[in-house]
Nanobody
Framework: QVSLVESGGGLVQAGGALRLACSASGLTFSGYTMGWFRQATGKEREYVAA????????MHADSVKGRFTISRDNTKDTVYLQMNSLRPEDTAVYYCAARRQNPTVVPGRYDYWGQGTQVTVSS
């Protein structure tokens, strides 16, 4: 049974930083592309970042480029999202997701999802 568990969310002031982590189990982590998505209240789920199984390919949405960084540690079966210079518009529930194929920005193409962690940025 595949399980993805996010952690690291919380309340932070604008300009602050948070590091999200997503711990995976029940799958061969090193064989999966991992993605981060977010969903604000009343909005659709949107792509944030994705990383290939080896970490050799990293992608970030334009809205977070230069502020957020995705990384992974295959020895710990964990993917991270370092979020710097946070803005109120970054407030959302952040989800990690996994798929066997190459990285994609399309949420529907991911096979497994975590339960999400809330990030709230105050102005």
């Amino acid at each position: 049974q595949v399980s993805l568990v996010e952690s690291g969310g919380g309340l932070v002031q604008a300009g602050g930083a948070l590091r999200l982590a997503c711990s995976a189990s029940g799958l061969t982590f090193s064989g999966y592309t991992m993605g981060w998505f977010r969903q604000a209240t009343g909005k659709e789920r949107e792509y944030v970042a994705a990383i290939s199984w080896s970490g050799g390919v990293r992608m970030h949405a334009d809205s977070v480029k230069g502020r957020f960084t995705i990384s992974r540690d295959n020895t710990k079966d964990t993917v991270y999202l370092q979020m710097n210079s946070l803005r109120p518009e970054d407030t959302a529930v952040y989800y990690c997701a996994a798929r066997r194929q190459n990285p994609t920005v399309v949420p529907g193409r991911y096979d497994y999802w975590g339960q999400g962690t809330q990030v709230t940025v105050s102005s």
